[in-house]
Each structure stands twice: as structure tokens, then as C-alpha cells.
């Protein structure tokens, strides 16, 4: 299987083009290859959540808590349903012409992709000013989160904290996807002076072929890897013992006990 695709310039010398096509075929193959690696491992797993018991004594110690506790914001929420419906118009719009179903899809794609580049701008500045902004990072100050979490996930009681705001899975997931939109972005808003649109004259010659060749090969390898990122991510939003945070990100809130049952209530102090 080719990575990658190579071209010639005028001068003769080889560069890059494009990411190889064969890539898009691998990142569904692996997507759904973990949707079925993670599904048969869950039959076999221990659940991770407080066992009834305690989350009964917590409940009965924590009546000061609403019963339901605000997990989104309406802003948040609408940030996530504009992002994802940008996100599978881009999806859509540049992988089904190479998968042979033809359509004038470059327009299609550039207006969803600044729809995804203000959203993302949008969401910066909200998580920053009104959001706890270092809730959802991941670092060494959460190994022993980790370890406990390993534990209780083979079923040995742990002491260790539970999740905050964010599961260490979900703040994992996040990183990487930053990382991947931060490249789609910005290799996508430099290609968008290549084709036709109502914003400036199209212009080629704005970089060398070898700088368009690197441009549209980080474009498709972060596009490629973006596919995988959403099947597991629908997928996850889907598996039933998922979906009280699914709902969440519907009504913008969960109830007291799954609050209990889930976090460490001093690691994400309900307001
Ligand atoms: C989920 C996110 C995205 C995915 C999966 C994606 C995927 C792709 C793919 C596979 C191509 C074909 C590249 C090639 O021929 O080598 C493409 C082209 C293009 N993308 Fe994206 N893209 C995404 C986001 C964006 C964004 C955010 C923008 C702009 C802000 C953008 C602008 C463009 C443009 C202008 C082209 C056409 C380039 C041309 O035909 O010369 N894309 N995209």
C-alpha cells in the first residue's frame, strides 16, 4: 500500500502531491476495527462506576446538591452541534468524490470548513473567558488518576481520585483532536487560495510545488486520521452505558447520582 503520491514539476524533480487514497480505506478498516476490539472488550470488563452503596451515601450526605447538575452550557451545546455538522459535511464532501460518488464538492467544502474554523475560534475564546479551561487537558500530574482508574477498570477496589469534569479518555480524545484540527485548519484555509472563491483571486503560485505538495499531504493525513477520530467518537456516544453523557450534551445536564456515581465531587465542584 502507497502513503503517499508523487508528482513531477516542469523542471522534472519529484514532489509530493497528495496522501495516497489506499489511507482512507486503512483509517475506516482501523476505526471500525476498534469499534469491535472495544465492544468485545467491554463484555469481559468490570464496570468503573461508584457501586450503589456508597453512591446511596453520598446522595444521602450531598442533599445540598441540585438534582440535576448543569454539565453544558447552551453556548457549549451549540458549539458541539454547529462543529459536528461542519465536521461531517467535510467528511462527506471530500471522501465520498474518491470513493467515485461525483459531485462539484469543493465549494461544499470550503463553507463547511469555515463554518468548522469559526466555530473552533468561537469555542476558544468561550472555553478561556467562561469555561474551566484546564479542565480537559491531560498530563503527568494525572498518573495516579490513571492507576486507579486501571484498577477499578479490573475490578480491584482503588482509592485513588476519580475523574473530574472530563474522564481521562475524553481529555485524551480531545488532545489528539485539537491537535488533528489544528492542521486541517490551517493546511485547508492556505489551500482555499487555490480554487475558486468570492474572497480573493485564486493563486497558485503563493507557495513552491514542494510547500503545496507538504500542504496537501497534512491536510489529507490529519483528514484521514479525522475519520477514525469520529467513528469512535459516534460510537462511544452511542454505547449505552455512555449515554447519560450523550444526553447531556442534549438537555446540558445530568442528574445528582450520576453525578456521584461518576466524579470526584471535589475534582469538579458543581456550581
Ligand atoms: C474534517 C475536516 C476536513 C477533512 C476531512 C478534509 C479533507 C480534505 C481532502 C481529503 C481534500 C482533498 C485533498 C487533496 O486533493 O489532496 C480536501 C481538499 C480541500 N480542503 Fe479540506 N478537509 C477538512 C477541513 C477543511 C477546512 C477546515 C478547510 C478550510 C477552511 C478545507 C479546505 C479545503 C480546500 C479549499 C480543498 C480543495 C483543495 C483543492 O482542490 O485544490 N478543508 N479536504
Redesign the pocket.
Known sequence: MDILTWGRTPWGEWML???SWDL?WAALFAGVAFLVAHASYMLLSAHRKRDAAETDRLEAARTDLPVRIARHSLAARLFHWVMAA??FT??F???LP?AGVKFPW?QW??M???V??ASIVFHIIHATVWMDFWSIWIGPKDIPELKSELMRELGREADGPKPGKYPLGNRLYHLVIVLS?LV??T???F??V??R?PFFTRNPYLLTDAKWGLT??A??L???A??GL?IAHVYFAMRPEKWWITKSMILGWITRRQYLEHHDPTRWVSR
Open positions: 502531491t497528495h496522501i482512507l461542519a465536521m467535510l467528511l464532501t471530500a471522501f474518491i469543493v467544502h470550503w463547511a470548513g469555515l468548522l474554523t484540527a486541517v485548519v493546511s485547508g484555509l489551500m482555499m487555490r480554487v472563491t496537501y499531504v491536510h489529507g490529519a483528514g484521514v479525522l475519520v469520529v
